[in-house]
């Protein structure tokens, strides 16, 4: 019997389950019409992402929908400076249908809006003033109260300082301040010879530092090299593949991926000394431990959060303004974080971490060390305690968190706690912040099973994201080729699957990315509205009066806040435990890369 008819009579006497047909009942695209935001044109929305969990399903079902209106401190100074200012602001938000307000109180320049024994108050910032008797803090609480929003205060927990003005009270305690992980590259001669010599990037050869050996990448024929000086050709693994000299008449070859290295004085001098044909020139780093003032590339001035008195200090702020106004609650901002992956190196750190590890580290090469190719592009080894590293700040995060939450408790019960960050969850492990559940599982690398434990989501009544994006729905990108990752939807869903019912979620747009472009913003309020439980419109100062017709659109319809809702969070908690403890399954996290540096 040939071999297909003995198969097909096999699998009709039942032999081979495999082998039958698998039948699939067809299903409508994910990609459906809809308009959570009824006042909008529809867009195209994915049903499937944006319709997981709790919290998600409960807001749709209650008609619940947080629209916060976000008013950064001192890029509006003048507009708060006044009571008939602040009036007219809230006054504004009630009529275009925002039903809550965040009012940033402690920029990151580390001083605050409202008067305060823990700082300066702030009374300019770029040609804007606010009268040094005013506490707009103060009337913003009552404008609030009688127009019916709630009302937040936003902190920059852990910036003490401001790049642009070089002010703030950081800067006058360096020894808080974090301290940066940096390197120098360097070529290390390791066969036949030894010895190192620092290397900089090729500018120009008229420029050619005498005591220095310069990276170029390629190189122009028929350019002539320096009298006095040497050139060593090396390909991508530091193979020395040539020796050119400057009466040489022959030109560079630079294998792709290598290098020439251009010496001049003692440059020159260690080049021919330490340099053979076939030796192995390896391209290493020099570490660096700066603190930020000294070399400040971001706007904020980063304090470390491993020192107990910069801790102290943080907390502090969030019981002054809880002891003294009736705000509904606390938001943390961006700055609930470290200065970035090469933060803190100080020796506090290390003191502590060698502590938690329980040994000596070899500092930073345990950790990571920072590593250059043969063309000088940086990269990374990580070292043995690498991981380890990384879930010890995000626990010292997310004990930071629960010592805020209980002062919120403490100081004025029933006050609610939220936090912002960035979207792109892939991220935030270098800057130790985990906004999310401890029970969160997706294909991210660093989620180990001690970096899950410094999840903290389940310590907040609301979490904000800054989906930073100019394209609206995955729909959208695919239609025009792009990133699907790189969308408000996307950035939307990963927030709301991270937190797993543990926390409402709200999608931050920002409006300076819609200049000239309305119909965009209007598309990216649905996706923010459709993938998360509300939407944060960031910030009064964005040109604003040029927005208000469609936002007073979106928010045509009237909506309360989830976080208007007593009870209902610790509800939402319970149902997602109960779910969790009968097995049901939720569907795979789908993780779309998103851009770095987006909300920040």
Known sequence: MPLFLATLAMAGTGQTDGLKPVVIKPEPSRFQTAAPLPGLESVMLDTVG?????????????????????????????????????????SKAKQVGFNTIV???????????YPSDLTEKITEWREQKLPKDFDPLRVMVRQCREQGIRLYASMNAFSEGHRFTRTG????????????????????????????FPLVPGGQLSTLKPESIQVWTSWTGGTKLPAGSTMVICDPDGVVRDMISPTDARDPIIPSGGSALVGAGAGALFLKSKMNLGGY???????????????????PLMMNPHHPLVQQRALQFVEEVLKYYEVDGIILDDRLRYGGINAD??????????????????????????????????????????????????????????????????????????????????????????????????????????????GFAPLLDFLITGCYYRTATIYEALEKGQAVGHTV??????????????????????????????????????????????????????????????????????????????????????????????????????IHEGASGTGF
């Open 50 to 90: 944006g319709g997981i969990g709790v919290a998600q399903q409960t807001a749709r079902a209650k008609n619940l929908q947080a629209r916060i209106l976000w008013i950064d401190g001192t890029a509006n100074l003048d507009r708060v400076s006044t009571p008939e200012r602040i009036a007219q602001i809230v």
């Open 103 to 113: 009012f940033d109180v402690k920029p990151i320049v580390g001083y605050t809006l």
């Open 169 to 196: 009270p950081g800067y006058a305690t360096p020894e808080q301040q974090t301290v940066q992980y940096e390197a120098t590259p360097l070529i290390r001669a390791t066969w036949p010879n030894e010895g190192t």
């Open 281 to 299: 020139a390896k391209f290493d780093s020099e570490a660096h431990y700066i603190r930020i003032a000294n070399r400040q590339t971001q706007w």
């Open 345 to 454: 190196f100080s020796d506090l750190s290390k003191q502590l971490f060698e502590k938690h590890v329980g040994e000596k580290v070899n500092w930073p090469s345990d950790i990571y060390k920072i590593t250059y190719s043969a063309q000088l592009k940086e990269g990374f080894r990580p070292g043995k305690w690498f991981d380890a590293w990384l879930a010890w700040r995000a626990l010292t995060m997310r004990n930071w968190v629960a010592r805020a939450r209980q002062i919120i408790d403490r100081t004025r019960p029933g006050a609610q706690f939220g936090v912002y960050a960035g979207s792109w969850f892939g991220e935030y492990t270098k800057f130790g912040n985990n906004y999310a559940s401890p029970e969160f599982s997706a294909g991210f690398g660093f989620l180990t099973k001690d970096y899950k434990k410094t």
């Open 489 to 590: 939807e996307a950035g939307g869903q990963l927030s709301n699957r991270a937190v797993r019912d543990q926390t409402w979620v709200y999608a931050g747009i920002k409006l300076d990315d819609y200049y000239g472009n309305p119909r965009a913003l209007a598309r990216c309020l649905q996706a923010a509205a459709g993938s998360t439980q509300g939407v944060m419109v960031f910030d009064l100062s964005h040109k604003i009066d040029t927005f208000w017709p469609i936002l007073e659109a979106a928010f045509k319809q009237p909506a309360s806040s989830p976080n208007a809702q007593p009870g209902l969070l610790a509800e939402i908690r319970k149902r997602r435990d109960a779910l969790d403890a009968m097995g049901v399954k939720e569907p795979p996290v789908i």
